[in-house]
């Protein structure tokens, strides 16, 4: 069973700041099934990053991700007031089974 | 535009059954593999079941396994999930997602609003 482990739980920065989210699985997954998204409150979860690194439609290039193996990284280079929000990452698994990571909270 | 639409949810006792279900439009329906996911604050996001384009291949997570039943009516472009012998761990926001395949690119990309079901006597 692969477990995804985010890391920070919390990350406290400002506007205009760079943030790194990281995203690390218990065992080597493809790039190709490792995926970002962004939750606001009283919102379904938002599709940012597809395939490790392909930004989703309409999302701005200040989000980046990047990754392989079993550690990926999701980048958001210049925060803005909305992108405050909580981040998940998920494994679409082939077995199949598909896996969330617990979230990391980006707050002000 | 893609639009998913969750029903049913409730409260309902332990032990008790709910029928999801989730309308899909602006896509084609027949086409698209499709899950439910829920959360709850303590345990975040959770993967529930999934089911394949035509209803022939159908999945469960370990703990709703033998609980829950996962179907679609392509004719009505609806997704539902059965929930029978209900636990109150499993009250939480139910979303019904679409998967989107190109080649071994995987993901959900839409997800539904979300459908609020609780667990209690």
């Known amino acids: 069973e692969i477990v995804l482990t985010q890391s920070p739980g919390t990350l406290s920065l400002s506007p205009g700041e760079r943030a790194t989210l990281s995203c690390r699985s218990s065992?080597?997954?493809?790039?190709?099934?490792l995926v970002w998204y962004q939750q606001k409150p009283g919102q379904a979860p938002r599709l940012l990053i597809y395939?490790?690194?392909s930004r989703a439609t309409g999302i701005p290039d200040r989000f980046s991700g990047s990754g392989s193996g079993t550690d990926f990284t999701l980048i958001i280079s210049r925060l803005e007031t909305e992108d405050f929000a909580v981040y998940y990452c998920?494994?679409?698994?082939?077995?199949?089974?598909?896996?969330f990571g617990q979230g990391t909270r980006l707050e002000i | 535009e893609v639009q998913l639409v969750e029903s049913g949810g409730g409260l309902v006792q332990p032990g008790g059954s709910l029928r999801l279900s989730c309308g899909a439009s602006g896509f084609t329906f027949s086409s698209s593999p499709m899950s439910w996911v829920r959360q709850t604050p303590g345990k975040g996001l959770e993967w529930v079941s999934a089911?394949?384009?035509?209803?022939?291949?159908?999945y469960y997570a370990d703990s709703v396994k033998g609980r829950f039943v996962i179907s679609r009516d392509n004719s009505k472009d609806t997704l539902y999930l059965l929930m029978n012998s209900l636990r109150v761990e499993d009250a939480a926001i139910y979303y019904c997602?679409?998967?989107?395949?190109?080649?071994?690119?995987?993901?959900?990309?839409?997800w539904g609003q979300g459908t609020l079901v609780t667990v209690s006597s």
């Open positions: 065992q080597s997954v493809s790039s190709t099934r």
């Open positions: 395939g490790s690194s």
């Open positions: 089911i394949g384009d035509n209803g022939g291949s159908t």
């Open positions: 997602v679409r998967h989107l395949v190109t080649g071994d690119t995987k993901y959900f990309d839409y």
């Open positions: 998920l494994h679409y698994g082939g077995t199949p089974t598909h896996t």
